[in-house]
């Protein structure tokens, strides 16, 4: 009758599982919805917001007072107009900000026809989706708590559609699968043969809106405009003592054209001859771990001159490192970079050419000042003093909102009327005036400065860092960095962007070198950030595969070896555990115990007792078959009765250890003595 009565509870539960959810568990769906879309607010545009908002809106009222769901016409032709607007909105349906947008409106749309059980899982099965989305735009570890706290919300509506606990019972349960989900996922995160990019790859416009930092072209304007932003451009980790400010120049792409307003990368730069260094025996070298953010161009940064990286890279003719493949996502390498010797002791003459080569107009009075100098017959380094000098003694401001300048004749405008600029217009300007003198020249653009962490052991390189120096070559001495900007704003080198400039009211708030509380505050998240982006989210095919290396699983049979065993002994552990948690416990009352190890022993000898049968029916029809028991046991069943259902009162300690004793001698043997004979053959004997 029990296990009848408990098939009738289990029946009905399942039966309500698959019943339409109710008006409250369509609220919590939207407030799932509303959960998982929020970060949405700070990356899509306004519009699709304009359109997804009040449609939830709407599907929260329609929830709550049970409005019945729009006919299939209507909902038919609210999902083509969502598409329309997506389509016109974006000029497609897919990559990024198009497929999110389009996902979030037609799940606002899909609210209003969750009217079964399987219409709320394939909801909740959407979400998810829509969950992993965020990471598209952020991968910070604040991002990473809240997609665990929309996991869970998730996997509580699951339980909640599923079975209908209470809402305390669903987040539990949710909470406790998440936990128990957690050692598996360590292991497959860790072991899992992991591949260069995501799985099934990215949007090509992924990232789009983030400021990506150096490009490839500088044009005025363009590194002051960069300055402003907040963004990290890269941390690093020195092995020693760090370089001095003077030093502290990270090469990022070298720009070689210029067509008459901007410098740039021509692609035909990519045939010249790849850089040659020759490091002086004194030189100073640096080992720095370095932890790029993505830039979505194939070059790394590096501190000065790049000798060696411990990933596939090349240097290019500008000495800048090229990865293989696009810096999509956050990268973590190690760079050696030596400062002395000499880079290209030998120019080829294609590089020199494009070294030289100017637009054949423009800017008359830069060519002419050089000209003069080249007239008077200075050699290459009195030629760069001489323009040095021009800078340190006319009245030259560093500046982050400087003068426009005319987009034919901006050199001259700068060097002869302005006299404003940010250092691209100084390494611009400088640039030109070296190859008008004849002397090869070419800009480099990349970061100066960073900033000493003080929650951690790294530097942090902002974007405000960005900077833009010139190279000079000198027969004997190779490319040689110039900063033009140090001759105007010495500061520049020492104290950074905040000390050398006079409206740092317009950098962020981190790059102003402020110390009060939230700056601490922020510099203590930025560490724990450090520590995400430097164990979690670096760890590539490189880094594994030294992991494995280090535990001696040299190649993937080994790991995928090691990954199949980890796997099913954790299961196994697990199962124990189930097994262990989900056993028969013993009863707390030793009299009942006693009572159960008596049915436990008649049942060895071919006579248990009948689910429905209690202890005096048990004793009677046992006695019955076995007359040689009959006496004993009808004391035990009637003082295990007297003990266990009579009143207390009568009841002692003592008379239930008697009990347990004389249950513990009970050893009923096989069969009857001589003289005793079975009197019915019982149903369950063997």
């Known amino acids: 009758m029990i ?30 919805l509303v959960l998982v ?103 910070s570890l604040g991002m990473a708590l809240y997609l665990i706290i929309g996991t869970w919300a998730i996997m509580a509506a699951f339980v909640d559609i599923g079975s209908r606990a209470s809402i305390h019972s669903a987040l539990t349960d949710a909470g406790r699968l998440l936990i128990q989900a957690l050692p ?30 150096l490009s490839e072209s500088m044009a005025p304007g363009s590194i002051s405009e960069l300055a402003l932003s907040p963004g990290v451009a890269l941390r690093a980790r020195f092995d020693g003592p760090p370089p001095p400010p003077g030093q502290r120049y990270w090469r990022g792409p070298v720009l070689w054209d210029f067509n008459g307003r901007s410098w740039e990368i021509n692609q035909a730069n990519r045939r010249l001859p790849d850089a040659r260094i020759d490091p002086a025996s004194d030189s100073q070298r640096w080992r720095v771990d370095i932890t790029l ?36 996502q956050r990268t973590r390498y190690i760079a050696t970079s030596v400062v002395g010797g000499r880079l290209d002791a030998q120019l080829a003459p294609t590089s020199r050419r494009r070294a030289l080569l100017l637009p054949s107009a423009g800017n008359p009075r830069a060519r002419a000042l050089a000209d003069g100098w080249a007239g008077q017959g200075l050699s290459p380094a009195a030629t760069v003093e001489a323009a040095l000098g021009m800078f340190r003694q006319q009245p030259f401001v560093y500046t982050l909102s400087p003068q426009r300048t005319g987009p034919d004749n901006g050199i001259d405008e700068f060097l002869f009327d302005t006299r404003e600029g940010f250092c691209e217009h100084f390494a611009g300007a400088f640039t030109f005036l070296m190859r008008a003198a004849g002397i090869p020249a070419r800009v480099v653009t990349g970061y100066l400065g960073g900033e000493a962490s003080t929650m951690g052991d790294y530097w942090i390189v902002r974007q405000a860092d960005a900077h833009a120096w010139a190279e000079v070559w000198f027969a004997d001495r190779g490319w040689v960095r110039v900063d033009p900007t140090a001759a105007v704003a010495p500061d520049r080198i020492e104290s950074g962007l905040s000390g050398s400039v006079i409206d740092n009211s317009r950098l962020p708030y981190m790059a102003r070198g402020n110390d009060g509380v939230w700056y601490q505050a922020r510099m203590m998240w930025d560490a724990v950030d450090a520590g995400w982006n430097r164990w979690f989210l670096a760890y590539g095919p490189q880094l594994q595969q030294q992991l494995l290396n280090a535990l001696g699983l040299k190649g993937w049979t080994r790991a995928l070896l090691a990954l199949t065993a980890g796997t099913l002994g954790l299961l196994a552990l697990v199962s124990a555990w189930l097994a262990w948690r989900m056993r028969r416990r013993a009863h707390p009352d030793p009299t009942v115990r006693a009572w159960h190890r008596i049915g436990a022993r008649l049942a060895r000898i071919g006579y248990p007792r009948r689910p429905s049968e209690g202890p005096s029916a048990y004793a009677q029809r046992v006695g019955a078959a076995r007359p ?23 009841t002692s300690d003592a008379a239930c250890r008697a009990f347990v004793k004389a249950a513990r001698r009970f050893r009923p043997r096989r069969r009857p003595p001589a003289g005793h004979r079975s009197s019915e053959q019982m149903p369950h004997a063997r």
């Open 3 to 32: 296990a009848l009565g408990q098939r009738r509870r289990r029946t009905r539960r399942q039966r309500a599982a698959y019943q339409p959810p109710s008006s409250i568990q369509r609220l919590r769906l939207t407030g799932c």
């Open 37 to 139: 879309a929020a970060p949405h607010l700070f990356h899509l545009p306004g519009w699709v917001l304009a359109i997804a908002l009040p449609l939830i809106a709407w599907q929260s009222l329609a929830a709550a007072r049970a409005w019945p769901a729009p006919g299939r016409v209507l909902r038919f032709l609210l999902a083509a107009s969502a598409f329309a607007i997506v389509f016109v909105g974006f000029g497609r349906v897919n990559g990024q900000e198009a497929g999110v947008s389009l996902l979030l409106i037609m799940l606002s749309l899909k609210l209003c026809e969750v009217r079964s059980h399987r219409d709320a899982m394939v909801f909740l099965s959407l979400l998810c989706f829509l969950l992993v989305t965020q990471f598209l735009f952020s991968q």
């Open 184 to 213: 598996l996922a360590a292991l497959l995160f860790v072991l899992f043969p992991r591949i260069p990019g995501p799985i099934w790859g990215l949007p090509s416009d992924a990232g789009a809106r983030q400021t990506s930092g």
């Open 293 to 328: 953010e993505a830039t979505r161009h194939d070059w790394l940064i590096a501190l000065d001159t790049p000798l060696s990286i411990d990933r596939p890279a090349t240097r290019g003719a500008g000495a800048t490192l090229h990865a293989q493949d696009t810096v999509d």
């Open 628 to 650: 040689d028991l009959a006496a004993q046991l009808g004391e035990l069943a009637d003082t295990y009765i007297r003990l266990r259902y009579q009143s207390l009162a009568g």
